[in-house]
């Protein structure tokens, strides 16, 4: 056997000679140069795994003495102990070399199969969770004989890793047992006790991966097996350049060896959620059974499920530095930790030799346990072990005492010092800046310092220590004091002080300390002066009772004040050491001296505290109008608990923006999550309409937090009592302003949850719930349309905006007075398509990621702000984004020299909206009573300070925006800037007052304008939360055609045509009680949709129509019909053509004013009496005559004076219909002559003018008094150049014919005054809502809003615009009525198939009518899991162009195969030729012609080969989302076992299994956000047959399919290649293959062009079918369009 030749050789000899033999003996090429001499180079693995060139030898293995062995180590176990090998793997990178060598069977690949549980409440429940879900696998064990199995449950976020690592047994019984940091940024020991560190723990090995530096011939020609993880990552961890052979338990340092394992259990923290994770396998080959890794994962939870965090423990560091020195652990700078994801083959990237890792970040801070005598740390042990803490060097008794103080703080876990210079604090400050633990701050202003040390206790959740001189220096932190007592945050004070001779002396910096802080601490002690005559264990009990009162409930700020006498340096002076006695144990162990143990409750205490929670449960399970109020929330798992809270009792939240559920950001894959969790986010505005104060009234109120920002939030409660008014907070202070709260809980909310989660809550009163949100939609919507509709830079906007800063690793510090209540009011949550969320989240009941505030609500001051949020950075080790008001900046400027000082935290953004004074005052009753110059001088303190100049004497980043657009670029910039940052937000008070009043006008209005639609309705109280009126029937639409007596002014005159006509359609929409409604569709050829492409969506919407629910929603408007169509029909509102969807409002609309017996008018607008001017203005709506000027001035304006007479007091003229402006200027001037000055004149240029002609008629006609000049220019870049060279008013009209998907932005620039006018067809717009937006925009902005009726044709009464707004009678004229059309049904029959070997009994389904044997047919095959019943409301839709056939393909869905009787016993196969073989008879079957093709995926694949061999019955092909295949040998072999591995794995778990894996996937996260995503993954249960699915999977596989590149280049066959905008893996191939159908081997590219299309679909991905089917419905029409005309062009192509 082989020898490696570089290991490091070892004698069994002590430490010292085995370090100095190691130096002598290693190669001197061993530090620098190491090589594999195995087929898996060294070179390429690190540059796979991205490691940096080797470091030199381990030196740990040269420290443990007794353990050595010649050329290894073994590892020495106790006798209970195991090292948990788990199942050997190759990998974890794939050594392609021997892939190519390997027999074809040689290459095995496992498949692990991940089940996620429902996230848990805490540590302890997912455990549970977890034993619970391994416990029913073993009752029902995998019946086959090797497999990876993994369970996954969410757990709360907060660190937790490191803490349950140092809990373990000292003598373990199971190993590898690890801790690995996530800190990457120069990590420190000192770092693990500053702030909680996130990380990884581990133990045991489910799954390993070893790979000696040699293998012998017999190791490389066994096959190779590798585990696949694909679609859900697993992270495997490990080392480099070790060698540990887990049945001997040796461990040899070799070049080029490695050994990476998963393990048994994990625990992983991301930024927003942990994973706990059980992993198991077994091999029965490889002698570990399912029996045998059942038995090794219960040893592993067995010791970790005893030694755990407890949910019910408040975390301390000291149980760190306690573990870390009692495990056998040595540090070592040189080793390396490498995590990485286990290997993904579908990412492999054949070009390259090695499998492309998505990460191999290393890190440099773990602490690793091989065994109980063997472990390894990195930045881990530095100061915590090897202190040989001695007291008796310390020169004088001062030095004892401080230091006694120091040490004493580290031991309890306190190590953030923030020191203020002074000289009787010396001792302290020494003691502290050298201590090895200890991390210190400084500044010279005592008051930001001590707000610093509150912020840091607030991001850390443990004391800071401030260190304080005497005198006004300790007078100083009262400011920072009060603000902690209040909000119960823990702070530790150590202040100087002269001792007691000195008192009342009238000695320098001497005053009264003692209880200076008076009732704001919680604990109060004076030592005495420093002696040797006390036992210095006096002061070691003195801080431990401190400690113990600041960090139990009531936490908060405590006090020891340290008298000191000289000498205050290190001057020495003797001291006696008998003060130390009783000290030995303590001075010997890292333990603090008293130790506050907390006893849980008895069983007795239990059933005590059940008994008093019953009343409480009596009430929340009798509720009827429920509410949750989240106040402030201080960490993370809080916050997780509150969602587990809101979940399950299902009543609406209001959240608090200091509850960290305000900014949540909506994951997109989960667009049912509001569903789920009714958040109100806009009651507070909602409650300035007194109609929604009368209407809401809460009988129960759970309050979780204390305080509440929003003052009508707590006006509310005060107006709801008396009801049952619930408090819940773990500390036991009355927080009660409005004196309701009837039962007060003192428990922590994850305690207060747990005990809610063990009873069932009803939910009642779902027409309210529906109510509720319904008004907080429109209300938000208001807001929302305000703040962007205004195009300068506001204080709401700047609100409105900040969650688009933040990310899952970021943290928000507000300020208060206006900068708290403006991102509560109008602070907005986001939805997010970029998922930073781990995969685990894919079946979370909280796919949201919600966002830590925080803010000093204690007292609400306004100083010490800034320095508060630098240290609320470093406690809680997140980027944070401090918003404050100018006048908060400039009270604590003194804390920006705080930034400039070392110290490990991340980058902070300060946003300081500066309005040169305090605006608060400018909202409140006194600026409406008080002279305008007392105002300025008194209350807001008007200044003119520059604060770019502050921050350049601080040397801090500083950028002023003063627009939008800058204020964006500022933030992204900065996200990205590495440094700290100021933000000045240039604003006027004045102006903002003015703003706020305007967003608390319109939110008030539209809360009544909500409420009065809905309580028209008589809503039945069991409505679901979708406030669903009734189901649809059915739909149904007509074709009119009406004969014109004149050319319509859209188009221009055809002279050969005597006879003109308007077509269109009705739809006619019957709902479930009768009434119908009535919409019209009549597109216009100038536009982009003509009647064909609009007939095709109505036929498409035939099928979604019926059985789909009419929200009572929908006429609010305001967005209520997009998220409809999107929720309900699963379509992209902004795919549906204008005229479509402007007719499909209307019938809906009209539906529901006949259901209850209304009017469309006052279904939108109800009447009451604040509406009375409304209805009146909606009767004497001006209605415009129209005229053609291409005639004579005198006859133009003869047909003007006529419709005068008719009584029209408004005209519009068509004008630029002539080449010469100067002749339609003599139209206008004789028409104005003629009607006179009363009459409104307009006129439109319908785009037809260059500017030149534009400017020469203005010119002409300046002196006519036009309204406005509807659109007078070619280019809409030159319309407000005109505006202001003509000084004409110009009303807009085709210009926003585009503005359907973002009007708001592409309306900004048109803000301009002379644009007057704007123009709204609600058929070229999109319908209602579209045009209420656009209107609400125009007179937000003073201009007219014009609505036009051109495309209502009037042949239904109540359908033009100007009936439809008097009345709505209406009646059908039959005489102008073509044809009705109604949803085809489908026909569904089975065609038996013949092959060679087997028959087929394919199940069809068929749409569309047989013309005759030459007509269209349109073949869909659909894709793996699929079936033919997904295609069919696109064959509803195309069936008016083709017949329309759809198959479940063989394997699939009914599809079924049976073997001739001849070979009964022969295995089917279902690869490629055999099914195109199938398809093919069956073509012959269905006709004797050609067949056009459509395929998905998989289908597309069998599309695309049969169009390349069977081109005589292949017309043309559509290519969907596919592939000619993988091109590459290697991949092939490695997606075929790929794909063998998933097809066991569906046989062995099962299809629901098997799809919840496969749809985790990376290639379906476009999909997961779609609506009916569930119903989609539901529709891939119905397959008869989960074998012949399995076969279909394997003999399919892309692996085994013969590569069609090569053959692209000789296509003949029209080709379409559809593929979605977010399929980016699929875009690359598709542009791959026109590339290659653009080029044949004779080179006549141009030809070749034509044979070949490219579309791509937007706003979807992978399943562009699915997703968004409308486009491609469009695409396949034309597509098909073309093939018959190329068809009819050449006929012998038909064959």
Known sequence: MAQPKTSTVYNGKDKQTAASQQTATAPASSALSIRLKSSISKRRLTKSLGIPKPSPPLTFLTRISGFLHFNSIVLLRNSGSKVVEGVRFDGPVMDVDEIIDGEEGGLVVETCITRTLPPALTLEHGLESISEAVNKLKTDPPSSSSGVLRFQVAVPPSAKALDWFCRQPESSEVFPVFFLSRDMENPTSKSLYLNQNRGVFGIGAAVYFTHPAWCDSEERTKPKRYLSTNPIPITTYGFMDINFNTESSCIKREAGSFYFFVPQIELKELDDISILAVTLAWSNGMVCTFEQAIQSFESSFCQVSSHFYSSTERYNPRYVRSALTKFNMMEDKTVQMVCMNAITLSRRDFGCDFMEMREAPISFQFSFRFSPTLGVANNMLDNAIGMNYSLGDHVNINAVWASLLIEECSRLGLTYFCIAPGSR????????????????????????????????????????????????????????????????????????????????????????????????????????????????????????????????????????????????????????????????????????????????????????????????????????KGLLLVGAVHNEDEIWAVLHLARHIRWPVVADILSGLRLRKLLASFPETEQNILFLDHLDHALLSESVKDWIQFDVIIQIGSRITSKRISQMIEECFPCTYILVDNHPCRHDPSHSV??????????????????????????????????????????????????????????????????????????????????????????????????????????????????????????????????????????????????????????????????????????????????????????????????????????????????????????????????????????????????????????????????????????????????????????????????????????????????????????????????????????????????????????????????????????????????????????????????????????????????????????????????????????????????????????????????????????????????????????????????????????????????????????????????????????????????????????????????????????????????????????????????????????????????????????????????????????????????????????????????????????????????????????????????????????????????????KAVSGSARCISIDLPGHGGSKMQNHVAKATQEITLSIDVVADVLYKLIEQITPGKVTLVGYSMGARIALYMALRFSDKIKGTVIISGSPGLQDNIARKIRRAEDDSRACSLVTHGLQVFLDTWYTGELWESLRSHPHFNRIVASRLLHEDVQSLSKALSDLSVGRQPPLWEDLKLCSTPLLIVVGERDKKFKSIAEKMCYELSHDEKGSDDLRNEIYEMVEIPNCGHAVHLENPLPVIRAVRQFLTRVNQNSTSNPESNG
């Open 425 to 624: 604090s010396s001792p302290l400050a020494v003691a502290a800046s050298t201590h090895p633990l200890i991390t210190c701050i400084a500044c010279y202003d005592e008051r930001s310092l001590a707000f610093h040390a509150l912020g840091y206790a607030r991001g850390s959740h443990r004391p800071a220590v401030i260190i304080t001189s005497s005198g006004t220096a300790v007078s100083n932190l009262l400011p920072a004091v009060v603000e902690a007592s209040q909000d119960f945050v823990p702070v530790l004070l150590l202040t100087a002080d002269r001792p007691p001779e000195l008192q009342d002396a009238g000695a320098n910096q001497a005053i009264n300390q003692v209880n200076h802080f008076g009732s704001f601490v919680r604990f109060f002690f004076s030592l005495p002066a420093p002696t040797d005559q006390i036992p210095a264990r006096m002061i070691l009990t003195t801080l431990d009772s401190a400690v113990h009162w600041a960090t139990s409930s009531p936490y908060g700020p405590v006090h020891i004040n340290c008298p000191f006498r000289e000498p205050l340096d290190n001057s020495p002076k003797h001291w006696m050491s008998s003060c130390l006695k009783g000290l030995d144990i303590w001075t010997s162990s890292i333990e603090p001296f008293t130790k506050y143990i907390q006893v849980q409750h008895s069983h007795a205490c239990k059933s005590y505290t059940y008994c008093q929670m019953a009343e409480v449960l009596e009430l929340v399970q009798g509720v009827n």
């Open 742 to 1435: 009837t039962h007060r809980i003192q428990s922590t909310i994850v305690q207060f949850v747990d005990f809610l989660l063990k009873v069932q809550v009803p939910h009642r009163s779902s027409k309210w719930c529906s109510f509720l949100r319904a008004l907080d939609m429109m209300v938000a919507s208001e807001i929302s349309f305000q703040i962007c509709a205004d195009y300068s830079l506001t204080e709401p906007h700047v609100a409105h905006e900040l969650s688009r800063a933040l990310t899952s690793n970021s943290a928000l510090f507000v300020g208060n007075s206006m900068a708290i209540r403006d991102v509560d009011m109008y602070g907005r949550n986001w939805t997010t398509c970029t998922h930073t969320v781990p995969d685990i989240m894919l079946n979370s009941e909280f796919p949201l990621q919600w966002i830590r505030v925080a803010g000093n609500r204690g007292a609400s001051g306004i100083d010490g702000l800034l320095s508060t949020a630098i240290g609320f950075a470093v406690g809680c080790n997140k980027h944070v984004l401090c918003v404050v008001g100018d006048i908060s900046f400039l009270h604590d400027t003194n804390g920006l020299a705080i930034l400039k000082q070392r110290m490990k935290r991340k980058p902070i953004l300060m946003l300081v909206i500066n309005n040169h004074g305090g605006a608060i005052f400018s909202l409140l009753p006194i600026a409406d009573r008080t002279e305008p110059r007392i105002l300025d001088q008194y209350f807001y303190t008007t200044h003119n300070i520059s604060i770019q100049n502050l921050c350049l004497a601080h040397g801090l980043n500083h950028v002023q925006v003063k627009t939008k657009v800058e204020l964006e670029e500022a933030l992204s910039m900065s996200q990205h800037l590495g440094t700290d940052r100021v933000i000045e937000v240039e604003s006027c008070i004045d102006a903002n007052a003015t703003f706020h009043s305007m967003l608390r006008k319109f939110a008030r209005q539209s809360a009544d304008h909500t409420l009065n639609v809905l309580s028209q309705f008589s809503v039945p109280d069991t409505i679901s939360c979708s406030l669903s009126i009734c189901k649809i029937c059915r739909m149904e639409y007509s074709l009119y055609r009406i004969q014109l007596c004149a050319p319509p002014t859209s188009s221009y005159i055809d002279h050969n045509r005597s006879r003109f006509c308007r077509e269109g359609f009705i739809l006619s929409l019957y709902l479930e009680d009768g009434s119908v409604g009535y919409g019209e569709v009549a597109p216009l050829e100038i536009h982009k949709e003509n009647l064909l492409d609009a007939e095709e969506q109505l036929r498409f919407l035939l099928h979604f129509m019926t059985g789909a629910k009419i929200s009572y929603f929908l006429p609010l408007l305001k967005g209520s019909f997009s998220s409809w169509i999107w929720s309900t029909l699963g379509i992209p509102a902004c795919e549906i053509f204008p005229s479509v969807r402007c007719g499909l409002e209307m019938a809906i609309l009209n539906a529901i004013a006949v259901k209850h017996g209304s009017s469309f008018l006052n279904i939108l607008y109800p009447l009451t009496e604040i509406d009375e001017e409304i209805s009146k203005r909606s009767t004497s709506i001006k209605i415009c005559a129209l005229i053609d000027s291409n005639k004579s001035p005198v006859e133009v304006a003869s047909i003007a004076t006529t419709l005068v007479e008719e009584g029209f007091t408004a005209i519009k003229l068509k004008v630029a219909r002539r080449a010469d402006p100067i002749k339609d200027a003599e139209v206008i001037q004789e028409v104005r002559k003629k009607v006179g000055h009363r009459i409104e004149l307009r006129v439109d240029a319908n785009r037809n003018w260059t500017y030149q002609e534009a400017l020469e008629f203005g010119f002409l006609i300046k002196d006519c008094d036009l309204q406005y000049i509807e659109e007078p220019v070619q280019n809409e870049e030159d319309i407000i150049k005109y505006c202001e060279e003509s000084g004409l008013p110009v009303a807009l009209d085709e210009t926003i014919d585009k503005f359907q998907k973002d009007p708001l932005n592409m309306l900004e620039k048109y803000a301009h005054p002379g644009i007057v006018a704007i123009v709204i067809k609600p058929s070229v717009i999109g319908g209602f809502e579209n045009a209420g937006l656009i209107a609400r925009w125009a007179q937000r902005h003073g201009k007219m809003a014009v609505v036009s009726a051109a495309f209502e044709s009037g042949l239904a009464q109540g359908l033009g615009t100007y009936q439809w707004l008097k009345e709505d009678n209406l009646q059908i004229n039959n005489d102008v009525i073509c044809k009705t059309s109604m949803e085809e049904q489908v026909l569904r029959y089975q065609l038996n198939v013949n092959s060679k070997d087997f028959c087929s009994f394919i199940k069809v389904q068929e749409i569309g009518q047989r013309i005759d044997i030459q007509e269209n047919i349109l073949l869909f095959l659909h894709g793996f899991l699929g079936t033919g019943e997904e295609w069919i409301p696109i064959m």
